[in-house]
């Protein structure tokens, strides 16, 4: 039986054509077995466009319970909800038909993970951790998206089925670039990566490691803010990001940026070191009007999830709010561990939030050139 729309309240405040291609819309949702409560709620949200959207990228119908996903897969029910929620999932009842054909196979690959030897806390672990980078990746192609296919003039008819029909043509496409980026990731990874004697011999990986940190902030992004709009705000922070991309050649690492700073590391103390130098003179050289300041610290810290955790990572951001605009200061450690030749200055002992002790500073410049030494 056909759904009265207007009777439903769906087709309110539109003029002719606005309302025309909402019926058409909404009929063809309908005949797709969409519920008329999810097309109403839809509609009260602004987003009955994007309905056609979900439903590609839905991995088909509904058909499966949590219960039906652990018979098939032989996976324990509680781990099976930790995966989802790792994931970022809505958990439902066991016995709601809430899952695709997709889930089930998520499901069964973390079964898979499973039967090689992955621990669950590890395959939890991975579960959280792409599930954090994967929004960011799905936030950004979502933006470019929307600047792609949306036109001026349209009407949500038009735009949800430009909407689906791109979606079916890329997304497919998006899958195999993803992985194309993570084995580029592993193996810049793996090439940094050493296993010596008392790994093999204890049979675990270690703890902590030696390692050098960076961390770069804008000077005075939160007085920017007060005198800029924001897509020149957000500029500026991309930029910084385009440029901590730059400089982040292996064996340095860009960790993360978080709107106004960015965070390296590398075991390499002097690579770092370079690419801080590169970065604070990268900045003086941009049309932007603003400044870096760096600070850099050493010492074993421990990575989890991406991150990185510990005393010369806690000390690196420290030590970039002493710094001042257009320089790279760094601790003791750095300075020592140095074998190139730059140029070290004093700046003093300072005692620093949470850390204990005084921290002896210098800041670091890069070596003379040629000229400069004759």
């Known amino acids: 039986m056909a759904i009265d729309f207007e009777a439903e309240g769906l087709l309110e405040g539109l003029d002719e054509q606005a309302r025309k291609a909402r019926l058409g819309l909404l009929e063809k949702l309908a005949d797709d077995g969409v519920p008329l409560e999810e097309l109403r709620?839809?509609?009260?949200?602004?987003?009955?466009?994007?309905?056609?959207?979900?439903?590609?990228?839905?991995?088909?119908?509904?058909?499966?319970s949590a219960e039906d996903l652990g018979e098939l897969t032989g996976l324990d029910q509680e781990f099976l909800e930790r995966v989802w929620r790792g994931l970022g999932m809505a958990l439902a009842e066991p016995d709601e038909k809430v899952y695709t054909e997709a889930d089930l196979e998520a499901a069964k690959r973390a079964k898979a993970f499973q039967d090689a030897g992955l621990p669950e806390e590890g395959i939890l672990e991975i579960s959280r951790t792409a599930a954090r980078a994967m929004a960011n990746v799905a936030a950004t192609i979502a933006s470019v998206f929307s600047e792609a296919y949306l036109r001026a003039g349209d009407d949500e008819q038009s735009l949800a089925l430009r909407y689906a029909e791109a979606s079916r043509e890329l997304t497919p496409m998006l899958g195999p670039v993803?992985?194309?980026?993570?084995?580029?990731?592993?193996?810049?990874?793996?090439?940094?990566?050493?296993?010596?004697?008392?790994?093999?011999?204890?049979?675990?990986?270690?703890?902590?490691?030696?390692?050098?940190?960076?961390?770069?902030?804008?000077?005075?992004?939160?007085?920017?803010?007060?005198?800029?709009?924001?897509?020149?705000?957000?500029?500026?922070?991309?930029?910084?990001?385009?440029?901590?991309?730059?400089?982040?050649?292996?064996?340095?690492?860009?960790?993360?940026?978080?709107?106004d700073a960015a965070m390296l590391a590398s075991r390499d103390n002097d690579a770092l070191i370079d690419a801080a130098l590169r970065l604070v003179d990268s900045a003086d050289g941009e049309s932007y009007d603003f400044q870096l300041r760096i600070g850099l610290a050493r010492g074993e810290a421990i990575a989890r999830a991406g991150d990185w955790y510990g005393r010369p990572v806690n000390l690196a951001s420290r030590i970039t709010g002493i710094a001042r605009p257009g320089s790279v200061l760094a601790s003791k450690e750095v300075k020592d561990a140095t074998t190139g030749d730059y140029r070290w200055s004093f700046a003093g002992g300072r005692r620093i939030k949470g850390v204990d002790g005084d921290v002896r500073l210098y800041r670091v410049r890069p070596p003379k050139a040629d000229d400069e030494t004759s």
């Open 41 to 64: 709620t839809a509609t009260e949200e602004n987003r009955l466009p994007l309905v056609p959207v979900e439903r590609v990228l839905g991995g088909g119908g509904k058909r499966y």
């Open 178 to 259: 993803l992985e194309h980026i993570l084995n580029v990731q592993q193996l810049s990874l793996i090439r940094q990566a050493a296993v010596d004697s008392a790994t093999l011999e204890a049979g675990t990986t270690p703890g902590g490691q030696e390692m050098s940190f960076c961390f770069a902030d804008i000077v005075g992004f939160t007085n920017l803010g007060e005198s800029v709009a924001p897509d020149e705000l957000g500029a500026v922070a991309e930029r910084l990001e385009q440029m901590a991309i730059e400089v982040a050649d292996p064996p340095v690492r860009l960790i993360k940026t978080i709107g």
